[in-house]
């Protein structure tokens, strides 16, 4: 073999090896960007009619990414690409490798977050709830890949009611659950798992959570009710970390009712299943000032009232009687506490020492039988004496 032909080939397979290197130098940079910030428009129920507010970032939500190779313009097939997740901006960006000029992208928002999987209003849906920017108010966006390097924006603010509406409930919940794990006790391990959330038209009742099925239910006109959102989600969290006691019940901070009958049924596990809800929902609305929206006193109590237990017991007339006439059996216990001065044991204060301290059932009954027979001994005797005096007649 001549030397020079060897040279030539060294050349060539020097000048192959450069191309390869391009190409791989290359590779990275000939990718698409798919790109996009999106929004809900929030709405206040506390005025009349409700009225649009704030647009907020779909914060931490799941997003898919599909695309299709278009025959002839249309789209007979689309797969997904990706699945990400929006930023607290609501924003998400994603590169993509470039698989030529005429790739059609589309983009779904899902209203699913770390605390929350909400499923569309709908009698039967097979999956939950997502919408694509564009919709569902005009054309879905959707956009074409040209060239290698190209940033496909899909930025878009959701402002229908529906769409918005499926936001809030994920995004209300989602700063519930941030409020949860920032105030856990550190030494807990229950994992806080999403919860699922089922808007409905056709529950004729009020929000509700289910732990069978880890679900809240939560009915169309009390999907931008953000404060029985927080108290609902709650009721999962009591479930998750701790255990539920699922009393269904009609309650207005004085009497639970059972729903349908209208008997009381107050107990000290409704008092924690309610009073704690009542309070996560008005503690994680007082340490997220601005960004909850709803009817004060809808679904769980308001501030003022959560402050004020005797203003609310006042104002339920049969509240007031109820609590009025325990005050006054109570103070059966106190007078004589009073009285005795503290030194003097009198017979109710032994009454009241046999039966809480000692656990002397019996025997205390048995002395308030006697003071009772003794009381009216004495008012039969004051009577005898009387009787004479009640001849005379008055004068
Ligand atoms: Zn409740």
New binding site residues.
């Given amino acids: 073999m001549r030397a020079g032909r060897l040279v030539a080939m060294r050349l060539k397979l020097t000048l192959v090896i450069a191309l390869l290197g391009a190409l791989f130098v290359a590779a990275p940079a000939s990718a698409e960007t798919i790109t996009g910030t999106f929004r809900f428009q929030d709405r206040s129920t506390a005025t009349s009619p409700p009225t649009w507010t704030t647009p907020r970032p779909i914060a931490s939500a799941k997003v898919e990414v599909w695309s299709c190779a278009p025959v002839a313009g249309f789209c007979p097939l689309w797969g997904r690409d990706a699945t990400t997740t929006t930023d607290p901006a609501g924003s998400f960006s994603l590169s993509l490798a470039f698989r030529g000029a005429g790739i059609v992208y589309a983009v779904r928002v899902y209203a699913t977050n770390a605390a929350a999987v909400v499923w569309p209003k709908v009698l039967l849906s097979t999956e939950p709830y997502w919408q694509e920017p564009g919709q569902p108010d005009g054309t879905p966006i959707r956009n074409t890949v040209k060239a290698p390097g190209d940033v496909l924006d899909f930025s878009y603010d959701f402002v229908d009611f529906w769409s918005s509406a499926h936001f809030n409930i994920a995004d209300t919940l989602l700063v519930g659950r941030t409020y949860a794990d920032a105030n856990r006790d550190p030494a807990e391990s229950d994992t806080l798992g999403p919860v699922t959330v089922q808007p409905t038209s056709a529950w004729p009742g009020t929000d ?2 289910n732990p069978t099925n880890n679900t809240i239910t939560v009915v169309a006109s009390d999907m931008f009710e953000d404060f029985t959102l927080l ?2 989600y ?2 999962f969290l009591q479930n998750e970390i701790s255990t539920f006691a699922a009393i269904p019940s009609l ?1 207005d901070g004085c009497f639970a009712r059972m729903i349908g009958t209208g008997t009381p049924i107050n107990s000290e596990e409704h008092a924690w ?2 009073g704690f ?2 309070y996560f929902s008005g503690v994680v609305r007082t340490s997220n000032p601005g960004r909850f929206e709803g009817t004060a006193g809808r ?2 109590p308001s501030n003022a009232v959560l402050e004020n237990p005797v203003g609310t017991i006042a104002a339920d007339p049969v509240c007031a009687g109820v609590t009025t006439s325990f005050a006054w059996t109570f103070s059966a216990f106190a007078t004589p506490q009073l009285i005795g001065g503290g030194q003097v044991n009198m017979v109710s204060n032994l009454v009241y020492q046999l039966g809480f301290a000692s656990f002397n059932f019996p025997f205390a009954a048995s002395l308030s039988v006697a003071g009772l027979v003794l009381t009216f001994a004495v008012l039969a005797l004051l009577r005898a004496a009387a009787r004479p005096l009640e001849r005379i007649g008055p004068n």
């Fill in positions: 509700f959570y108290h609902e709650a009721h309650h299943m309610e809800a009542d679904g769980t």
